[in-house]
């Protein structure tokens, strides 16, 4: 069907421009909200910048649609796309003046799945890997791992066959859903949203270890959800066909999975590699412009290269990210380096912002009937399922980092009584228990660092808060059985829940579990790595190959590979040389040293470049 093209009036182009002047309004009017949000650490404490940012969202949505009749539109817009689907070429007919600004108002007000996963989305999860601790995440990627592959599957059917109890028993009235309809609830339901869990953690400095398990494990996580809902997805469609071929259907699941699970992680590594060889080569540092906005592309073109050979761009953006800051970053000048991570940081922000922004709008925006047993269970059962997901796994990783131990103590005092043993020919009772505890198993020093304890335990468990990711997947909840609209209206009201109240207890949380808080990262990682240096055999293949292939040599001045052992990425010989030019400048501050011309400074740089090949030959 071909729409016909019609261009737009006057009037229309007016109120569209009002409309976009509204919607960046009103993001600035939340942006100096959040400036006196966090000037007062009391409100601060209960409420988190993004509840702050849904309770605007949510505010301005309930307004419209009672004093705009926002449901007349949205009727008029859903009854056009019945007729567009239907053939009817000439659906302008269905609309008066205001189609155009309806339409916008009607996005602005639906949060569109696809500006959430290929606009908004990306860049978070690019400055989640860029701002990473990468040796932290490495450390614990064993525990992070089993949190995001086997604990998302064992969360998601947990909740689902928990609904499935309740529905069995009668507890959810009228409303009946399929069981495949519940396990694919379940696999939505399943993937977290951190950002408000993330933002207390981060402002409490809390300690490395627990940010960085819980940080990771939300960035896997929902790769892991959007696989198992598509997979779940396909089946009920089936199902409802009639043309369910369960073993064909988890066969093309565990490939798919497969193929996600190494393929993804490759893409964003190799990408970041190419990008990386190509900055080496073209030398950009003289055009600064050029060199910030290739590098800043890196936040969309991985991303979309991901889904367009059907993989997860969620785990490529992510990988990508975090070798950027490896590979990459050392290539750039110094100014760009600084002026990328600003940005960076920046842009994420926004999208975050704009993400609960959104989802407060479409709060009213989706008026439907509310099916509220099932939303109560369906919270409950995802707070079980999340349980039964965090504790089992923490409890058994555990276990595996523990070896057998010989206490050197009970071993002398064996050895001392090996004789008497031998000639009485038997073994007392005090004896035989003491040898019997030479065979415990206890954690070793090397690992104490990367056990969970019990209160980590809770945190994970607390912070595995349902947000933007489960409400967009529900948005393409597959509506076979006509459940769509409950399916939506039930995530939406969990998700608010989530962020408005599990979000505002992070903090009291924090405090009841005394949790270690007001840690400094930088130092903490320096005493950190004094005491363990990063060794294996992908790490002395790094320094000894990758580093050779992708980093300026020494001709540019720029750092040959790091040595053996640790040496943090990002402190680069070529950032070091600038570090050095702007320590010289930065000696006096007085006005006669700010009278330095551009020769003298210029005198400097020679200086110091000599003074670094001299160190290096």
Known sequence: ????????????????????????????????????????????????????????????????????????????????????????????????????????????????????????????????????????????????????????????????????????????????????ELLTFGALIAATDTVSV????KSKQVDPHLFNLVFGESALNDA????????????????????????????MFAIEFSVIAVGSPALGIIFSFFTA??????????????????????????????????????????????????????????ATAKSAEAVFHAIAYLSETCIFLCLGLSCFGYIERFQWRFIAFGFVASLIGRALSIYPISFFYNCSLKERVTDSLLALDDDASLG????????????????????????????????????????LWFAGLRGAVAYACAKNFPNVYGHENDMVTSTMVIVLINVLVMGGFTDALLNCLQIRMGVDEKEYMKTWHKQRKLKGTFHRFENEYIYEVVVRDVENDVPVKPKLGYQN?????????????????????????????????????????????????
Not at 198 to 201: D, I, R
Not at 423 to 450: C, I, L, N, V
Request: charged share 20%; with cysteine.
């Open 1 to 180: 069907t071909v729409i016909p093209k019609r261009r737009l009036s006057k009037m229309e182009e007016h109120k569209i421009s009002v409309l976009f002047l509204a919607i960046v309004s009103l993001l600035a009017t939340v942006l100096v909200f959040a400036k006196g949000l966090h000037d007062r650490p009391k409100l601060n404490s209960f409420l988190s910048e993004p509840g702050m940012v849904l309770l605007v969202g949510i505010a301005v949505s309930l307004v419209v649609s009672f004093f705009a009749g926002f449901n007349d539109f949205v009727d008029a817009n859903e009854a056009a796309a019945a007729a567009a689907d239907a053939g009817d070429d000439n659906i302008f007919k269905m609309y008066d003046e205001n189609e155009a600004g309806e339409s916008i108002l009607k996005l602005m007000f639906s949060f569109p799945k696809e500006v959430f996963f290929f606009g908004f989305l990306p860049p978070i999860l690019f400055n989640s890997g860029y701002e990473l601790q990468r040796e932290m995440f490495f450390r614990h990627i064993k525990a992070i791992g089993a949190f995001a592959v086997i604990g998302t599957v064992i969360s998601g059917f947990s909740t689902g066959f928990i609904l499935y109890g309740v529905r069995e028993a009668g507890w959810l009235g009228d409303f009946e859903p399929a069981t495949l």
């Open 420 to 459: 008497s043993i031998q000639s009485s020919g038997s073994m007392s009772s005090s004896q035989h228990s003491a040898r019997k505890r030479q065979k415990t198993r206890s954690t070793p020093k090397r690992r104490k660092d990367r056990k969970i304890p019990p209160r980590f335990m809770h945190v």
């Open 198 to 201: 993330l933002g207390v953690l």
């Open 224 to 251: 892991v959800a959007l696989v198992l809902f598509n997979s779940l997805s396909k089946v009920l469609v089936e199902d409802a066909n009639n043309n369910l071929n369960l073993a064909y259907e988890a066969k």
């Open 569 to 617: 990425p990002t402190e680069t010989i070529d950032t070091m040389y600038h570090l050095q030019i702007m320590e010289l400048a930065k000696i006096d501050t007085t006005d006669s040293q700010s009278e330095i011309n551009s020769e003298a400074m210029q005198g400097m740089v020679v200086e110091t470049k000599s003074e670094t090949k001299s160190e290096r030959s």
């Open 277 to 334: 060889i190509i900055f080496k080569k073209m030398d950009l540092r003289k055009h600064a412009a050029i060199e910030l906005c290739l590098y800043i592309l890196l936040m969309y073109v991985p991303y979309m290269l991901a889904e367009v050979f059907h993989l997860s761009g969620i785990v490529t953006i992510f990988f990508c990210g975090m070798s950027a800051r490896r590979y990459i970053e050392p290539n750039l000048s110094f």
